[in-house]
């Protein structure tokens, strides 16, 4: 089993950037898969980017392409988003999951989540 806890969350003007932290606890976090969701209000939950085992293999969606990167550091349990060149329509809270598909894109394939953390970017 996994525990997952994000931080990095807050307050940010647009263009601005944060980075998000996602520790994980468990000896077996380099065999999982690790992805970022996001939810807005009124909203479903949305896919973010993922990233495989090793972190050599990354995928994003369209809306975040060319300004988030997603990172792994599998000696510190812990991954990373860094988002760059904010918009308001990022104002979301992010979660940070791990399952065990290849690069999944789909909540419903990831196992564990974090609480999640607020991200909000003002105009």
Request: charge should be positive; include cysteine; hydrophobic fraction near 35%.
């Amino acid at each position: 089993q996994v525990q997952l806890v994000e931080s990095g969350g807050g307050l940010v003007q647009a263009g601005g950037s944060l980075r998000l932290s996602c520790a994980a606890s468990g000896r077996t976090f380099s065999s999982y898969t690790m992805g970022w969701f996001r939810q807005a209000p009124g909203k479903g939950r949305e896919f973010v980017a993922t990233i495989t085992t090793s972190g050599r293999s990354t995928y994003y969606a369209d809306s975040v392409k060319g300004r988030f990167t997603i990172s792994r550091d599998n000696a510190k349990n812990t991954e990373y988003l860094q988002m760059s060149s904010l918009k308001p329509e990022d104002t979301a809270v992010y979660y940070c999951a791990a399952g065990t598909w290849l690069l999944a894109t789909t909540a419903a394939h990831y196992d564990y989540w974090g609480q999640g953390t607020q991200v909000t970017v003002s105009s």
